[in-house]
C-alpha cells in the first residue's frame, strides 16, 4: 500500500512540474507571469574571442624566482605584499633585481597593527587585500596589466582570522574569542573548513573580475609534498623505510584543496631553481607530470622546457599565436 502511495504522490509531482514548465498558459493565468522565448543558439569555435589575459598559480621552493618571474612582466605590474608587519618586498630592492630584471613595477604592502606577541590586534588583513585590487581596478586601472599577490602563505593567515571572525559572529567558533585571550591562533575544526571557503571565495571572485577588466592575475605560492607509505609487491607498508613523495603542490589549505581550487586558474606554473650562485637557471613546467602539478591552455605555446622564464615573452608569444 505505501508502495503504491509512494507511486501516486511521485506522478502527481511529475504531472504537476511538467503542467508548470511545458504549459505557458499556466504562467500566464495562474502566477500572472510572462513568459518568453530565450535564444539558445551557440556559436562556432572558431567564432569565439581568444582571451589575451590568463589567471595563474605560480609556485616552488623559497628562493626560486617566483617575485622576480611575477615582476619580469614589466613596469605595469602590480604587486601586493600581505604581511604581519614586515616587508615582502625584498627582492625587488635587491641589487641582482635591480641588474637582471630592471623593471619598476608598483608596489603595495598591506600590513596590521600587532601586539607584543606580534598577533594582530584587529584582523584587517583580509578586507586590506580585497580592497587593494578593488582600488586599483577602480582608480588606477589604466596604469597596469598584471595584479601579483605574493604570496599565498600570508593570504591564508588573512584568510584564517577572517574565518574566525564570520565563525564568531555566526556562533559557530569561538577561535577568535580564544586567540585573543592566548595570544596564539586557536582554530577548531570548523575554522579550517571557513578558511577554505574564504580563500576560493577570493580565488573565484578575483579571477573573474580581473579577467573581465581584461587583467593578468598571478598568485604565488609555495611547493607542498604529499607522502606515501612504501610497500612491497604484496601491498603491505615497509616499516622502517623513508615515505615516497607523491605529488608537488601549491600550498593552499588542507589535504583537497590544493587540487581543488587550482581548477580556477588558466595555468599552474612550476618553477625550480637548478644549480646556485651565478650559474644556476630557473626551469618553468608548465605541463606536468605524474608527481608535479602543472598545466596550461597555451599548449604549444610554451615549451616543455622553459629556461629562465620572462613572464612579458611569454604574453608576447600568447598574443603573437593569436594574432594579436
Same mark, same amino acid.
Given at each position: 500500500?505505501?508502495?503504491?502511495?509512494k507511486?501516486?504522490?511521485?506522478?502527481?509531482?511529475?504531472?504537476?512540474?511538467?503542467?508548470?514548465?511545458?504549459?505557458?498558459?499556466?504562467?500566464?493565468?495562474?502566477?500572472g507571469?510572462?513568459?518568453?522565448?530565450?535564444?539558445?543558439?551557440?556559436?562556432k569555435?572558431?567564432?569565439?574571442?581568444? =582571451? %589575451?589575459?590568463?589567471?595563474?598559480?605560480?609556485? &616552488?621552493?623559497?628562493?626560486? /624566482?617566483?617575485?622576480? #618571474?611575477?615582476?619580469?612582466?614589466?613596469?605595469?605590474?602590480?604587486?601586493?605584499?600581505?604581511?604581519?608587519?614586515?616587508s615582502?618586498?625584498?627582492?625587488?630592492r635587491?641589487?641582482?633585481?635591480?641588474?637582471?630584471?630592471?623593471?619598476?613595477?608598483?608596489?603595495v604592502?598591506?600590513?596590521?597593527?600587532l601586539n607584543?606577541?606580534?598577533?594582530?590586534?584587529?584582523?584587517?588583513?583580509?578586507?586590506?587585500?580585497?580592497?587593494?585590487?578593488?582600488?586599483?581596478?577602480?582608480?588606477?586601472?589604466?596604469?597596469?596589466?598584471?595584479?601579483?599577490?605574493?604570496?599565498?602563505?600570508?593570504?591564508?593567515?588573512?584568510?584564517?582570522?577572517?574565518g574566525f571572525?564570520?565563525?564568531?559572529?555566526a556562533?559557530l567558533? =569561538? %577561535?577568535?574569542?580564544?586567540?585573543?585571550?592566548? &595570544?596564539?591562533?586557536?582554530? /577548531?575544526?570548523q575554522? #579550517?573548513?571557513?578558511?577554505?571557503n574564504?580563500?576560493?571565495?577570493?580565488?573565484?571572485?578575483?579571477i573573474?573580475?580581473?579577467?573581465?577588466?581584461?587583467?593578468?592575475?598571478?598568485?604565488?605560492?609555495?611547493?607542498?609534498?604529499?607522502f606515501?607509505?612504501?610497500?612491497?609487491?604484496?601491498?603491505?607498508?615497509?616499516?622502517?623505510?623513508?615515505?615516497?613523495?607523491?605529488?608537488i603542490?601549491?600550498?593552499?589549505?588542507?589535504?583537497?584543496?590544493?587540487?581543488?581550487?587550482?581548477?580556477?586558474?588558466?595555468?599552474?606554473?612550476?618553477?625550480?631553481?637548478i644549480?646556485?650562485?651565478?650559474?644556476?637557471?630557473?626551469?618553468?613546467?608548465?605541463?606536468?607530470?605524474?608527481?608535479?602539478l602543472?598545466?596550461?591552455r597555451?599548449?604549444?605555446?610554451l615549451?616543455a622546457?622553459?629556461?629562465?622564464?620572462?613572464?612579458?615573452?611569454?604574453?608576447?608569444?600568447?598574443?603573437?599565436?593569436?594574432?594579436?
Amino acid at each position: 500500500l505505501l508502495i503504491l502511495l509512494k507511486k501516486e504522490f511521485i506522478c502527481k509531482v511529475v504531472g504537476f512540474y511538467q503542467l508548470i514548465w511545458h504549459h505557458q498558459g499556466f504562467h500566464q493565468q495562474i502566477l500572472g507571469i510572462k513568459m518568453t522565448n530565450p535564444s539558445y543558439e551557440g556559436k562556432k569555435a572558431s567564432d569565439l574571442p581568444d =582571451t %589575451a589575459t590568463l589567471s595563474a598559480i605560480v609556485y &616552488g621552493k623559497k628562493g626560486c /624566482g617566483k617575485t622576480s #618571474f611575477a615582476a619580469s612582466g614589466g613596469d605595469r605590474t602590480v604587486m601586493i605584499y600581505p604581511g604581519a608587519g614586515i616587508s615582502g618586498a625584498k627582492t625587488l630592492r635587491s641589487p641582482w633585481f635591480k641588474k637582471e630584471i630592471r623593471t619598476d613595477p608598483f608596489v603595495v604592502e598591506l600590513h596590521e597593527d600587532l601586539n607584543e606577541k606580534r598577533m594582530p590586534k584587529k584582523a584587517t588583513l583580509f578586507d586590506q587585500i580585497t580592497r587593494a585590487i578593488d582600488w586599483w581596478l577602480k582608480n588606477r586601472i589604466d596604469d597596469w596589466d598584471t595584479m601579483v599577490i605574493d604570496d599565498v602563505a600570508n593570504t591564508r593567515k588573512a584568510a584564517m582570522f577572517k574565518g574566525f571572525e564570520i565563525n564568531q559572529i555566526a556562533g559557530l567558533s =569561538t %577561535a577568535l574569542s580564544k586567540t585573543e585571550t592566548h &595570544g596564539v591562533p586557536m582554530p /577548531g575544526i570548523q575554522d #579550517f573548513g571557513q578558511e577554505m571557503n574564504v580563500m576560493q571565495w577570493f580565488v573565484e571572485s578575483y579571477i573573474e573580475i580581473l579577467e573581465e577588466a581584461k587583467k593578468n592575475f598571478l598568485v604565488l605560492a609555495h611547493e607542498r609534498y604529499t607522502f606515501s607509505k612504501p610497500k612491497d609487491s604484496k601491498g603491505n607498508v615497509i616499516i622502517g623505510d623513508k615515505d615516497i613523495i607523491d605529488g608537488i603542490r601549491p600550498a593552499f589549505v588542507g589535504r583537497t584543496m590544493p587540487d581543488d581550487i587550482t581548477t580556477n586558474f588558466d595555468e599552474v606554473w612550476h618553477l625550480t631553481k637548478i644549480g646556485s650562485s651565478d650559474s644556476a637557471i630557473v626551469k618553468l613546467d608548465a605541463y606536468g607530470d605524474s608527481q608535479i602539478l602543472a598545466n596550461t591552455r597555451h599548449a604549444g605555446v610554451l615549451k616543455a622546457f622553459e629556461k629562465d622564464p620572462n613572464f612579458k615573452d611569454i604574453m608576447e608569444r600568447i598574443k603573437k599565436a593569436q594574432g594579436k
